[in-house]
């Protein structure tokens, strides 16, 4: 590996990308050689030895300062993870150019609500975007339109890891600028490296920035939130991880334990297949994390600069289009946790976590359950429940063209329960959805539901024209 990865190296002719480049790879060697000495070791979790949070390693959202000093957002920066494509809803481009509200995109809104707290407070939060080599030239043609608003953003780019051949243990790519294809990017744990080798946390703590509040792109409930920012400050945390209590929907999220006294993150991929039944269970573990998290800079530059930040190596197998078998190292951000002093977990409303990773996700977002404010999404006032319509789309508006030729328009869903829709069915105009609604069009049928509809309680099948309701 090592002299493969040299040969990749000198594959670069410009001396100043050379160096960038073999730093990066100076990276993915590491990783990769702890990657085989675990494996060698066969070092894994010892289930015997995890215990669920103690009290004081998880404060509660209602626990936190009513009082807050708005001057302290002149501490604090904001980091969107936008790594993303989109790939899984059908897109080719950043996952986070999708509009999904009110004709705005994820990026739009983040903009919106970040302008809103400068201005209102006369504060500089800056916004920081964490870009892949997916998205990153997507991301900077996008954020030319946002020139003249009153904030500044800064983008930057994760590293780029080399696909490893699964059956040799080499890197796929034969030179640095092999096709797309043979790299990947090594996961949002790669945070950390990627802000310190692109001079972005030097440059944020130049500009007397202490806290980053970090989130994936893609959930739309991550707004600052003052209330966790004063907390941190209080407190001398210098790490905290949002996360929010479990709901079946939600079985396979991170969870944070408590591990030989230590608190750390512990994801699905990390619990060997005997155990994996015990880590879906609500009972042990209670809450996931949202990846919504407060980091403190000093005390990361401290970690960076001094031992380093070695996070649990999750490996995702992957086949190629041509077939090959390959597998990635990746990490995550709330492994971090565990290098931090005085650091810890807050159980934050639902509310702060609204990702879209599919359509059904979508519909929700776009229907009139939510409205904007200042960018951020807030529940209708006139939906009697504080909970959310469970909403399970079938395979054909599994990607964004076929959601918006089968929804004429979004319907109106503010009384909704729950909606189950399978097979090909298409939606009119003006249509009302309330209670539970199930509508499954079978193999070779198709359903439309006509404009000004309004269906309650109702299960649809078989081939229909509603005209007969």
């Known amino acids: 590996m090592r002299n493969e990865l040299n040969r990749l190296v000198n594959t670069v002719s410009d001396p100043a990308t050379r160096k960038a480049f073999d730093t990066e790879m100076q990276s993915f060697f590491y990783l990769f050689t702890r990657y085989l000495a675990e494996k060698a070791q066969n070092k894994e979790i010892d289930w015997e030895r995890i215990k669920s949070p103690a009290a004081d390693q998880i404060v509660s959202y209602d626990d936190l300062p009513a009082t807050t000093d708005p001057k302290s957002l002149d501490r604090l920066a904001v980091l969107k993870v936008n790594g993303g494509l ?27 609500q970040i302008e809103h707290l400068n201005t209102t407070y006369r504060v500089d939060v800056p916004l920081i975007l964490m870009t892949s080599f997916n998205t990153h030239d997507d991301t900077l043609r996008i954020i030319k339109k946002y020139a003249n608003q009153q904030l500044r953003i800064t983008t930057f780019n994760q590293s780029r890891y080399p696909r490893i051949d699964k059956e040799t243990l080499l890197p796929l790519p034969r030179s640095a600028t092999d096709d797309k294809s043979k790299w990947y990017p090594p996961g949002h744990g790669d945070l950390y ?13 130049a500009e007397g920035k202490e806290y980053l509040f970090v989130s994936n792109s893609d959930n739309l409930g991550a707004v600052v939130d003052q209330k966790i920012l004063q907390h941190m400050i209080d407190t001398n945390a210098e790490f905290i991880m949002e996360v929010t209590d479990k709901t079946k929907a939600d079985v396979k999220g991170g969870t944070l334990i408590d591990y030989e006294g230590n608190v750390q993150l512990l994801e699905i991929a990390q619990v060997s297949s005997e155990h994996v039944e015990d880590f879906k269970s609500v009972r042990k573990f209670k809450i996931f994390n949202t990846n919504n998290l407060w980091i403190n800079l000093k005390a990361l530059k401290r970690i960076m600069e001094n031992e380093g930040m070695e996070l649990e190596i999750i490996v995702n197998p992957k086949v190629t289009e041509d077939g090959v078998s390959v597998i990635q190292l990746e990490t995550a951000a709330g492994a971090a946790i565990r290098h931090f002093k005085n650091a ?9 976590f609204l990702p879209v990773k599919s359509c059904s996700d979508l519909l929700l977002i776009k229907s009139d359950v ?73 193999e070779g049928q198709r359903i439309d539901i006509p404009d000004g509809c309004v269906l309650e309680n109702r299960l649809l099948s078989g081939n229909l024209t509603m005209t007969e309701l």
């Open 86 to 112: 989109g790939t899984s809803m059908g897109m080719t481009g950043a996952k986070s150019a999708l509009e999904v509200k009110d004709d705005m995109t994820f990026l739009d809104l983040t903009v919106r």
């Open 193 to 205: 490296n990627a802000l310190l080798h692109s001079g972005v946390l030097d440059q944020l703590l």
């Open 344 to 352: 810890r977990g807050i159980n934050v409303p639902r509310s702060r």
């Open 370 to 442: 939510y409205s904007l404010e200042h960018g951020e999404l807030v529940i209708n006032e006139n939906r009697m429940f504080g909970t959310t319509p469970v909403i399970k789309l079938g395979d054909h508006f599994k990607k964004i063209a076929q959601f918006q030729k089968r929804f004429k328009k979004i319907p109106k869903i503010i009384e909704l329960d729950h909606l189950t829709v399978t097979g090909d069915v298409y939606f009119g105009r003006n249509v009302t959805l309330r209670g539970t609604v199930i509508v499954v069009a079978n």
